[in-house]
């Protein structure tokens, strides 16, 4: 019986290794023709870049067009001219230079958005520079208005006295910023403690300075011009895939060099070399492109490269499409990992580390200033004392004896209803001497989380703080479904811990359909309105909802590494079939090891919900349907009867797909296309979940 039982067996192996081989020789045979139809279908990426191109070319002239009298921030004349005009300018009226501020946070967003969406072969090292350089005059420029603004109001303090106490209190809130000051006038200890009722941010002051002829300011900008610039200037990490591990080794000898610059550059903040974080990037990116040329030297002409190099195009991720020499070229988390062992540890555990957490709701410039003198009125006449000094800060905690101690300040701070902070932040000051954020100098810290958000500190002096949050909060994601909802429209949808992200695509554009959390809608500020995936991401980080994996981000989440050829691979004719066809995730994506990925797939025309999925595996040059379910008690890569694998996973999903199906992939939008790419290389669900 055993016999028969081992020979049976045997024949049973022997009978589906043959299958097996047949089916191995039918691709084989097929997959040239099959390689030429996805090429096909994958001009749609270069059609993208190119109308992207064309569109950044138009823009830019509509933009010399225009006259309207605001500045190209990308011409260095025009903002010299800009900035030195508002520099002469003496009025120093409060609103006038928050409305001021307005246009200068615009003409800084301009230029980051230009720096993270323009190709790296559209743009110059000299011209990368020269933006950051603008970008950090215009910060400091603003900065240095609000001081003058600050300065102006405390020499006329009687314009804004309180009727109650006799000191002088103003709120002002502009769209980006709150501005808060408070003058001690009367010099009496029963009023050390004040609230700004407006915008309940409040301090109690130590008795010393209670009685002292001393400002306080609470300047609470929405954005952060304190972080180093190359937080700010951070795109969607390269992934590198090549053919080879010949080629891999070969991207990591090259890739050596340029990370030890960027090393060097985090080091040195808001200094010139920290200014060239983000043209270190490009300058990888640029090596990358010339490795790019050097493979495909082995297989095509000067000639053909060169007619071929008119289409290659960088994207604002750092993606180098080579469709035409049948490679895909993005930069290997895995060779990521082993450079960024090299890094040197940050050893000082009150400094934040900026690559695990990172600023939400903006900054709080906290100051005590030296009251300057206040205007005299003889008749007619208004007098007052000019100091070439400028704003003074008052010294506090006074330099005396190093062993001597001094009352904390105690700080309340109302949270912004913008902003989600799923856990307790991390209090941080920002450390002018060495630049960086960090811990120490803040204790007894309490977090109201009820109705009206709200935090109370104490501070040994006065610092410029942040909340910050852990970047990786919603990682690793708990599902995610990306399906078609109409011609050229698609929903995807991102399950975390905290919260469920929707975000629908229709053409060239994005929009956050919703933010819930505990079953409510929150962040109705930022959903509804159509904008580009750049955007999106921005908005989205800039809320404290971060769903987008960074650089260093597989150091602090615990995730199912996949293999850059299958998950890139993936994402690409995920984006090419999202016209018709649904994903979403599966528990055996897990199991399916390193080198493939394991998804649901679902043929999907109408506008409702998913129900019949199959699972399909693919590792970048195979794909097959899977004989499992979702609920099948163990992983299995037994292939689904009467079914066949295919060198790509468009055809296998034509094997079983209708024609109204295939029909609407060939006719879909190339727009559509490229930013349903955009947004999974962005999410990296594959990944990350």
Same mark, same amino acid.
């Given at each position: ?297 082995? $297989?095509? =002409?000067? &000639?053909?490269? !060169? /007619? %071929? @190099?008119?289409? *290659? ?8 499409? #080579? ?120 204790? $007894?810290? =309490?977090? &109201?989380?009820? !109705? /009206? %958000? @709200?935090?109370? *500190? ?8 942040? #909340? ?120 055996? $994506? ?100």
């Amino acid at each position: 019986q055993a016999q028969k039982e081992e020979a049976a067996r045997l024949e049973k192996e022997r009978i589906e290794q043959e299958q097996m081989e047949k089916l191995k020789a039918k691709d084989q045979e097929r997959r040239e023709a099959e390689l030429a139809e996805l090429h096909s279908l994958e001009q749609k990426f270069l059609s993208a870049q190119q109308w992207k191109t064309d569109y950044r070319a138009q823009a830019k002239w509509e933009r010399y067009l225009s006259c309207d009298g605001s500045p190209d921030p990308t011409v260095l004349q025009e903002i010299n001219t800009f900035m030195s005009l508002w520099r002469e300018d003496q009025n120093e009226d409060i609103q006038l230079v928050m409305e001021k501020g307005e246009q200068v946070l615009n003409l800084i967003e301009k230029l980051q958005f230009i720096l993270l969406d323009t190709p790296r072969n559209e743009i110059t090292e000299k011209e990368t520079v020269q933006y950051q350089e603008s970008i950090l005059e215009l910060q400091n420029l603003l900065h240095q208005k609000y001081n003058g603004a600050t300065e102006h109001l405390l020499k006329v303090t009687n314009m804004h006295e309180d009727s109650d106490t006799g000191n002088m209190q103003a709120v002002m809130k502009g769209k980006n910023v709150t501005f808060c000051i408070w003058a001690n006038l009367k010099k009496k200890v029963r009023f050390k403690h004040h609230m700004f009722y407006d915008t309940q941010h409040g301090f109690d002051l130590p008795k010393s300075l209670a009685v002292s002829s001393v400002a306080v300011r609470i300047l609470h900008t929405h954005y952060d011009h304190v972080s180093p610039l190359w937080l700010q200037c951070q795109s969607v990490p390269q992934l590198e895939v090549l053919d080879s591990k010949e080629l891999i080794q070969n991207s990591k000898d090259n890739a050596e060099e340029p990370e030890e610059e960027e090393k060097k550059a985090r080091e040195e903040p808001n200094t010139p070399a920290e200014e060239e974080t983000c043209s270190d990037g490009r300058k990888s990116a640029i090596s990358l492109t010339e490795k790019c040329n050097s493979i495909a030297d082995r $297989n095509e =002409t000067e &000639e053909e490269i !060169e /007619k %071929k @190099s008119e289409i *290659l195009d960088i994207t604002s991720q750092g993606i180098c499409y #080579l469709m035409s020499f049948g490679y895909f070229v993005v930069q290997d988390p895995l060779m990521q990992e082993e450079t960024n062992e090299k890094e040197e540890a940050i050893t000082d555990e009150n400094i934040v580390n900026l690559q695990q957490f990172v600023p939400v709701g903006g900054v709080y410039h906290i100051d005590v200033l030296q009251l300057p003198p206040q205007v005299k009125h003889f008749k007619d006449w208004s007098m007052v004392e000019l100091l070439d000094g400028g704003l003074e800060a008052y010294p506090y905690p006074p330099e005396e004896a190093e062993d001597a101690t001094h009352p904390p300040i105690q700080i309340t701070l109302r949270l912004s209803d913008n902003v989600m902070y799923f856990e307790d932040p991390v209090i941080a000051r920002w450390d002018p001497t060495g630049q960086q954020w960090r811990t120490d100098g803040i204790s $007894n810290i =309490t977090y &109201e989380t009820q !109705e /009206k %958000k @709200s935090i109370t *500190l104490e501070m040994g002096a006065f610092y410029t703080i942040a #909340l910050l949050q852990d970047a990786h909060l919603n990682m690793p994601y708990r599902a995610w479904e990306l399906r078609p909802t109409g011609m050229d429209e698609a929903l995807l949808i991102v399950t975390t811990v905290f919260a469920t992200i929707q975000i629908q695509i229709k053409g060239n554009q994005c929009m956050l359909s919703s933010v819930v959390v505990e079953e409510k809608d929150v962040l109705s500020h930022i959903t509804g309105k159509w904008i580009s995936p750049i955007v999106l991401r921005a908005v989205l980080k800039k809320a404290g909802v971060n769903i987008f994996p960074g650089e260093y981000s597989h150091k602090y989440v615990s995730v199912s590494k996949k293999a850059p050829l299958a998950e890139v691979r993936a994402y690409q004719q995920m984006a090419l079939v999202a016209s018709a066809f649904a994903f979403a995730w599966s528990k055996w $994506n897990v199991e399916a090891g390193q080198e493939q990925v394991v998804f649901k797939v679902s043929e999907h025309l109408k506008a409702d919900s998913v129900k019949d999925w199959s699972l399909y595996m693919f590792n970048g040059q195979k794909a097959q349907k899977l004989k499992i379910t979702e609920t099948s008690e163990a992983f299995s890569e037994e292939l689904e009867e009467n079914s066949e694998f295919h060198s790509t996973l468009y055809h296998t999903l034509k094997d079983a797909a209708s024609k109204e199906a295939i029909d609407k992939v060939e006719t879909a939008s190339f727009l559509f296309v490229d930013v349903v790419y955009q947004l999974l290389l962005a999410t990296r669900v594959l990944t990350y979940s």
